[in-house]
């Protein structure tokens, strides 16, 4: 059973079991011919035939990244960590990139619309969240930057749209005034955009597309990025933001026995070391 974890007030963690999404939660994104494709026919173009087992696995991806915004929403907890989540290539009417339903969109227009809250998305995953960036752009209350490997899949992501709160970092292999280089460097180039960018927006709660496979022995990209630079970035967004809510997922990763695991724990146990912080419920009372 997929379960995720959760920081919790007294500073303890929990482990607590997902759920399936319901359709009326798939529908506030995506197409309902394409939920129905995938629900009840069991059909994407992400697998052969009709596969019950990885269409429910893939309701469940987005049930779990829900729980996890239901217990920051509640101010049972700081930090929710849902690894299946962040399935970022997902788009309204069709999957893509191993991704079948948007969940952190979802949970964005969950927050965004029945909780007032101003989102903000950072995704480092190597490649670009085309899907979660396509899916949230009219969405005023929702910011999103990307910093990914220029020209890999989907081939997207070259430029921004601040009028839209849409960023993108494309890191390239050359470096000059208009591009930013691959590797560390990058990647913190990306990581201070972020925080620019953020700052000015002022979110009320974060979500990390928190992809390890920027790492420089993964087999998807060529971005060369260290295991201490990924996992530093958890450190320093919690400095940053000490009080704020942040869910984190998984998004890619391609070495599963080894830098995959390692970098998602240790990313994720940075971002929920205590700071010192309030609740959110308290906060906005």
């Given at each position: 059973m997929l379960r995720h974890e959760l920081e919790s007030r007294n500073h303890s963690h929990e482990v607590t079991d997902t759920r399936f999404a319901t359709r009326e939660e798939l529908e506030r994104i995506h197409a309902p011919e394409y939920i129905e494709q995938v629900i009840d026919r069991y059909l994407s173009n992400e697998w052969d035939g009709a596969r019950p087992d990885l269409a429910m696995l893939a309701s469940q991806f987005v049930g779990g990244t829900l729980v996890a915004l239901e217990a920051l929403l509640s101010g049972r907890a700081r930090t929710a960590i849902h690894f299946p989540g962040a399935k970022h290539h997902a788009q309204y009417d069709f999957s893509s990139g191993f991704c079948v339903f948007n969940d952190f969109a979802i949970a964005?227009?969950?927050?965004?619309?029945?909780?007032?809250?101003r989102v903000a998305i950072y995704d480092f995953d190597g490649h670009h969240g085309d899907g979660t960036e396509n899916l949230t752009a009219e969405n005023s209350k929702i910011l999103t930057l990307s910093v990914h490997e220029y020209g890999i899949f989907p081939g997207t992501g070259d430029t921004?749209?601040?009028?839209?709160?849409?960023?993108?970092?494309?890191?390239?292999?050359?470096?000059?005034?208009?591009?930013?280089?691959?590797?560390?460097?990058?990647?913190?180039?990306?990581?201070?955009?972020?925080?620019?960018?953020?700052?000015?927006?002022?979110?009320?709660?974060?979500?990390?597309?928190?992809?390890?496979?920027?790492?420089?022995?993964?087999?998807l990209t060529n971005?060369?990025?260290?295991?201490?630079?990924?996992?530093?970035?958890?450190?320093?967004?919690?400095?940053f933001y000490p009080e704020i809510?942040?869910?984190?997922?998984?998004?890619g990763g391609y070495q599963p026995d080894t830098f995959t695991p390692s970098i998602w724990a240790g990313y994720?146990?940075?971002?929920?070391?205590?700071?010192?912080?309030?609740?959110f419920t308290e906060k906005r009372k």
């Open positions: 964005a227009d969950i927050a965004t619309k029945d909780y007032g809250l921004s749209s601040p009028e839209k709160n849409v960023f993108n970092v494309p890191l390239t292999d050359k470096k000059s005034t208009f591009e930013v280089g691959k590797g560390d460097d990058g990647l913190g180039k990306g990581f201070s955009e972020f925080l620019h960018v953020a700052r000015n927006f002022k979110p009320d709660l974060i979500m990390v597309a928190a992809g390890a496979d920027g790492h420089r022995e993964d087999p971005l060369t990025y260290s295991e201490e630079e990924m996992i530093l970035q958890g450190a320093l967004l919690r400095r809510p942040i869910l984190i997922g998984g998004a994720s146990a940075n971002v929920a070391a205590s700071l010192g912080w309030q609740s």
